[in-house]
């Protein structure tokens, strides 16, 4: 009964991860829910909230700051740009190289023991953005 509960926890959070690490759009818990209902139709939507608290805990997912007051979640976690839509909130990734001496920097000019940081690029998505007529 123990292990059976048990590994089905761990199927959750694997699903919870797999669909994260393929949609690429940063969804927010609740639309998280609504993709992984497609294929764990019985999953409540505090179950996805507490494996996004775990997998973020494991170092498996990145939160991102909710700017809007909504949080997103990542499912990539290697050094990566974002560029938020000013208009709809959609969250992309910037294929560019990240500057990874750049808390370095930071702290040799500042004297702070860094820990951290957060930046994000703001635009207007091309969905978003008015059509130039020809
Ligand atoms: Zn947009
Ligand atoms: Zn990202």
Not at 107 to 127: I, K, N, S, W
Request: glycine residues 6%; positive net charge.
């Amino acid at each position: 009964m123990q292990v059976e509960r048990k590994h089905r926890m761990t199927r959750q959070r694997q699903v919870i991860l797999e669909e994260l690490r393929r949609v690429k759009t940063h969804p927010t818990a609740d639309e998280l829910y609504f993709i992984v209902r497609q294929k764990l139709p019985r999953i409540s939507l505090a179950t996805v909230y507490r494996n996004l608290d775990l997998l973020y805990q494991e170092g498996k997912i990145l939160k991102l700051p909710a700017v809007d007051g909504v949080m997103r979640f990542d499912g990539t976690v290697t050094p990566h740009y974002h560029i938020r839509c000013t208009k709809c909130g959609r969250v992309s990734d910037v294929m560019l190289d990240v500057d990874l001496n750049l808390e370095r920097k930071v702290a040799r000019r500042t004297g702070y023991h860094v820990t951290g940081y957060v930046l994000e690029f703001e635009g207007v998505c091309p969905d978003c953005a008015p059509r130039t007529e020809h």
